[in-house]
């Protein structure tokens, strides 16, 4: 299982940026995929997670409705569309596979790919 994420860079507040989550080893639409953050001195946290095969993506509270994840199976990628972003978005993004169900837990998940950074200045 190898995921690699790729798409950070430097924005300004207001600014978009897409992240992509490219796969391989393993089935994708076996499994749920999950973007994750980490900014400097704070702790992992959830931030989208998309389900095996439909059902209902989860977002955590501080990006919702600015962030969208979507997956496409024939090209194993899973995107995060980053809107509206905001200097607390600053941090390294990482996405993570699961085979079970979506959450925004990193303990539940047992392959992550590397990070990519993303620096919103204000």
């Known amino acids: 299982v190898q995921l690699q994420a790729s798409g950070g860079g430097l924005v300004q507040a207001g600014g978009s940026l897409r992240l992509s989550c490219a796969t391989s080893?393993?089935?994708?639409?076996?499994?749920?995929i999950g973007w994750f953050r980490q900014a400097p001195g704070k702790e992992r946290e959830g931030v989208s997670c998309?389900?095996?095969?439909?059902?209902?993506?989860l977002y955590t509270d501080s990006v919702q409705g600015r962030f969208t994840i979507s997956r496409d199976n024939s090209e194993n990628t899973v995107y995060l569309q980053m809107n509206s972003l905001k200097p607390e978005d600053t941090a390294i993004y990482y996405c993570?596979?699961?085979?079970?169900?979506?959450?925004?837990?990193?303990?539940?998940?047992?392959?992550w790919g590397q990070g990519t950074l993303v620096t919103v200045s204000s």
């Open positions: 080893g393993f089935t994708l639409h076996y499994y749920a």
């Open positions: 993570a596979a699961r085979p079970g169900s979506c959450n925004l837990w990193s303990r539940y998940y047992n392959s």
């Open positions: 998309i389900p095996r095969k439909g059902g209902t993506v």
